[in-house]
């Protein structure tokens, strides 16, 4: 894999295991996909069967200090006739281990990526919000500057793994800690917004919002949509 390669497959990894697939990517490993879903997952394309002894010694050598994590294999016939598998790593993070090497390649996105995606997920909501009959949204641009800043801090926290509804705890707990509350009525004056209540609370229309903004951060910043 080069560089840029390392670097797609970092930047779609949980923060908490990028230090562990950094070294197996350097170890010639084929990551191909991570995901932290009810549990986290390593995903390695291979050709050879002994790649999952070749996985186990890496886990040793890089200092594998927990017994928590497991290997699976699985084996199929690629569309083309030829041989394929897979290596499912499991439960690891870069906890689980004590001699990882360091991460020296910035995955991070730019303030500018971030705005953009800001943007671009403020402007999809709108439209949304429009199409559901709520014309009180202002453009980007007309915004005030706490909800930019929301959905600045929205987008960081998708890029950080988070679910809809994470996301939406996230935005709860920056409202309240912000002195807003709940009311029947969004009022930015009197801090008062209905949807501060917990994500299964929330009506199916409000819950959608938070997987449009999710979507739209992950398409314009090539993020992975796990």
């Not at 950080?160 to 002195?179: F, R």
């Not at 949807?195 to 449009?212: A, G, S």
Request: hydrophobic share 35%; net charge negative; glycine share 6%.
């Amino acid at each position: 894999m080069n560089s840029l390669q390392i670097k797609k497959i970092l930047r779609n990894t949980p923060v908490n295991m990028r230090r562990l697939v950094f070294a197996l990517c350097l170890d010639g490993f084929d990551v191909v996909r991570v995901g932290n879903w009810d549990r986290p997952v390593i995903t390695i394309t291979t050709s050879r069967l002994h790649d999952g002894e070749n996985l186990y010694k890496a886990l040793v050598k890089h200092g594998k200090n927990s017994e928590n994590g497991h290997i699976n294999f699985r084996s199929y016939m690629g569309p083309d006739g030829t041989y394929r598998g897979e290596l499912h790593l499991l439960d690891y993070t870069d906890d689980d281990f004590t001699a990882l090497p360091p991460l020296t390649i910035d995955c991070s996105f730019t303030p500018a990526q971030i705005e953009a995606a800001a943007r671009a997920a403020h402007e999809v909501n709108r439209s949304y919000c429009e199409a559901g009959g709520d014309t009180s949204q202002k453009s980007w641009a007309e915004a005030p500057n706490w909800q930019c800043q929301s959905a600045l801090e929205g987008v960081r926290a998708v890029i950080d793994g988070k679910t809809p509804e994470q996301l939406h705890e996230s935005w709860m707990a920056e409202k309240i800690a912000n002195g807003w509350r709940y009311g029947e009525v969004k009022d930015a004056e009197a801090k008062t917004h209905p949807c501060i209540v917990q994500y299964t609370e929330l009506p199916e229309f409000q819950q959608r919002k938070d997987e449009i903004f999710r979507s739209t951060v992950c398409a314009v910043l090539g993020i992975d949509l796990t």
